[in-house]
């Protein structure tokens, strides 16, 4: 008997290790969903260079998982941008909860990953998004021209100390052991760079400052001896941790067993102490966690499963049925852009599977100005408007107060605005989060539950959210996303979305030296990633 709304394998996060499983089991003529909160791909996307993986000689994160991920997909692994909320792992078919419905399947594999961890040091959480950071790509250009301080010695604090001679003006290296702990090559490349100067057997004691950080306490271990640093009158610097990470195991955490350090306990074929769950990449105890690792992992994983699936088909007398791919040959050179060749046949597809859902039409009014980036906004948005009678373009003649323009609104067919801007252009990760507030403003939207919906509701004064973004930050869109489905469903609520690049009042006025931020009401500033619940916690 065959099934069409049942799955073999489930794969929670889109990082190296969940692309991997997806491959195999797709290869291997099993159905298989890849479900992913974020950014497919994971946190190597932000890295700018991969160099050691075997068989590319350079590549960056961005570029090498989203060939993972087109491989998976060519041999017909399937993909949803989701929140999982919940497992129900027990009997022969297991159920997944998420934020756009309830899936099931015989087997999951858990590959969530990990999130940068806080070291602890005083001042470290007062001053994150003031100064302190974690993510190189995202904050780095805010420090150009400053000292900065990394803190850590293992690769990504090596890797990254030289990323950030990009932009800062000094870089020095806080690691706390006798030396690196990463690869001789990749610490040498640090500690002999020229604008990079390194101190050992040294710890962080406190950060302090105003606004911004304006000083830092250090301590040297074997001597004891403490410095000050203080930056100059009128000037800050930043501190960036890179002192490992966390698990992201809080779906699991009352399921599976893991480790004293939260980390997923699993036998060398990655399988839990569950039947039928497997877990692969940085959310696993192991002793190296990089991307052949987390790649290792997903293979494995997905091996045991095919095992698994197969004895489940077999048990059950249910076969999941795999959709029929309508074209399964990749696009020629020539079909590779649309007409406006803003968009690939890939993205055009996707657009045109969420214009064809979206249930009223929209305007996308524009304030411009002379600055380029209004002419690239305008060419944008009309380029997106060609693929869909529901959506339309309209040059404001009211003109939007001068420093916050380039601006998109999104206003319903009578003109009545969504709450939903945004200002600069919505391109790199912004764009899917973009497409999504399209979505979220025409119905019917993204599926929330009736708890985040009846909290939604009770917001019932004005309320104005503004999120500071860069386009190169892959933490930003799901706070984004989460606001923008607040306004959709509220109007008192509105939902203006920044590309701090381009609005340095804004990033001053704040003090933002982090992204994403949000601000409510221009009171409540809070750094950091964060779904709907969260956003709601913090504004409800």
Known sequence: MRNEKLYDAVVIGGGPAGLTAALYLARARYRVLVIEREQFGGQITITSEVVNYPGVGLASGAELTETMRQQAEDFGAEFMSAEVTSLVPEGDIKTVHTTKGELQCFGIIIAT???????????????????????????????????????????????????????????????????????????????????????????????????????????????????????????????????????????????????????????????????????????????????????????????????????????????????????????????????????????????????????????????????????????????????????????????????????????????????????????????????LGLYNAAGPGQPIDAQDKADIARITKPLEIQVLVTLSCTMCPELVTAVQKIAAENPHVTAEVYDVNHFPKLRQQYQVMSVPCLVANGETVSFGKKNLRQVLDLIV
Do not use: W
């Open 113 to 435: 990953g990990a999130h940068p961890r806080m070291i602890g040091f005083e001042g470290e959480a007062e001053f994150r998004g003031h100064g302190v950071a974690y993510c190189a790509t995202c904050d780095g250009e805010f420090f150009t021209g400053k000292e900065i301080f990394v803190v850590g010695g293992g690769f990504a604090a090596a890797e990254e100390s030289v990323f950030l001679t990009k932009y800062a003006k000094h870089v020095t290296i806080l690691v706390r052991e006798e030396d690196f702990t990463c690869a001789k090559a990749v610490a040498d490349e640090a500690r002999n760079h020229p604008k990079i100067s390194v101190l050992y057997e040294t710890e962080v004691e406190s950060v302090s400052g105003d606004t911004a950080l304006r000083s830092i306490r250090y301590r040297n271990n074997k001597t004891g001896e403490v410095t000050e640093h203080h930056a100059e009158e009128g000037d800050t610097f930043g501190v960036f941790v890179f002192a490992g990470y966390e698990p992201e195991t809080a779906l699991v955490r009352d399921i599976v067993k893991l480790n004293e350090y939260g980390y997923v306990v699993t036998d060398n074929n990655r399988k839990t102490d569950i039947e039928g769950l497997y877990a692969a990449g940085d959310i696993c105890e192991k002793n190296l966690r990089q991307v052949v690792t987390a790649v290792s992992d997903g293979a494995i994983a997905a091996t045991e499963l095919e095992k698994y699936a197969a004895a489940m088909q077999k048990k059950t007398g249910i076969i999941p049925e795999i959709p029929m791919r309508v074209n399964a040959e990749k696009p020629t050179q020539e079909s590779t852009q649309s007409g406006s060749g803003f968009f690939s046949t890939e993205v055009c597809a996707q657009l045109d599977s969420v214009f064809s859902k979206m249930e009223r039409c929209l305007v996308l009014k524009l304030y411009l100005d002379e600055q380029p980036l209004s002419e690239e906004l305008k060419e944008y948005m009309e380029a997106m408007a060609e693929r869909t009678d529901k959506l339309s373009v309209q040059i404001a003649e009211n003109a939007e107060s001068e420093e916050f323009r380039p601006c998109v609104r999104i206003c319903q067919a009578d003109g009545t605005e969504t709450g939903l801007a945004f200002h600069g252009v919505p391109g790199g990760h912004e764009f899917s989060s973009f497409v």
